[in-house]
T-cell receptor, first 115, second 113 residues
Framework: GAVVSQHPSWVICKSGTSVKIECRSL??????MFWYRQFPKQSLMLMAT?????????EQGVEKDKFLINHASLTLSTLTVTSAHPEDSSFYIC???????????FGPGTRLTVL | AQTVTQSQPEMSVQEAETVTLSCTYD???????LFWYKQPPSRQMILVIR??????QNATENRFSVNFQKAAKSFSLKISDSQLGDAAMYFC??????????FGSGTRLLVRP
């Protein structure tokens, strides 16, 4: 149990296009999901907190208009990277917190390469 | 800033031996959770062990145990009987009151056969 999936696992796109990444909790409900970014050989940096049915909360320095987050159901959150640029190339990881629980489960990550 | 510090960028251990990874953190909260995560080359984050700050007893999960010193804000991970499969990046993390995880910079663990 407690499986989180991400789709796609990797994506290559052209500069200026938008890319959507999905994060799904497969066997549990998650009122809260988190989006992280991890650059090569670095740690995970929290980008935003996604709450079902409400606006996401972004960390300082993260552009909310560039990284659009939608958490429309208790099992799905999406991150859309708009007008992607090469500097947005990174590994994006989501985690989902079990509703009423105290543990987060991580997705396998999405590798984004912007040409 | 509420930070988590891992001062060892890389550690090496002989197979079957014991290694300890260090972690210190800063917080003004009295109750919180601390975690150690393993990230193998696949980059899937795997929970190794979790400690609740209000519990004085150190958490243990098979070969993995922690030395939690609340007053010193220290949370080290001990891996006993190290195995080749333990080789990975290890991240220490603290959960804040908003359930956000604040990660340390990570320690790369090498296991020598």
């Amino acid at each position: 149990g407690a499986v989180v999936s991400q789709h796609p696992s990797w994506v290559i796109c052209k500069s200026g296009t938008s890319v959507k990444i999905e994060c799904r909790s497969l066997d549990f409900q998650a009122t809260t999901m988190f989006w992280y970014r991890q650059f090569p050989k670095q740690s995970l940096m929290l980008m935003a907190t996604s709450n079902e049915g409400s606006k996401a909360t972004y960390e300082q320095g993260v552009e909310k208009d560039k990284f659009l987050i939608n958490h429309a159901s208790l099992t799905l959150s999406t991150l859309t990277v708009t007008s992607a640029h090469p500097e947005d190339s990174s590994f994006y990881i989501c985690s989902a917190r079990v509703t009423g629980g105290n543990e987060q489960f991580f997705g396998p990550g999405t590798r984004l390469t912007v040409l | 800033a509420q930070t988590v510090t891992q001062s060892q960028p890389e550690m090496s251990v002989q197979e079957a031996e014991t290694v300890t990874l260090s972690c210190t953190y800063d917080t003004s909260e009295s109750d919180y959770y601390l975690f150690w995560y393993k990230q193998p080359p696949s980059r899937q984050m795997i929970l190794v062990i979790r400690q609740e700050a209000y519990k004085q007893q150190n958490a243990t999960e098979n070969r993995f145990s922690v030395n939690f010193q609340k007053a010193a804000k220290s949370f080290s991970l001990k891996i006993s009987d190290s195995q080749l499969g333990d080789a990975a990046m290890y991240f220490c993390a603290r959960e804040d009151s908003s359930y956000k995880l604040i990660f340390g910079s990570g320690t790369r663990l090498l296991v020598r056969p």
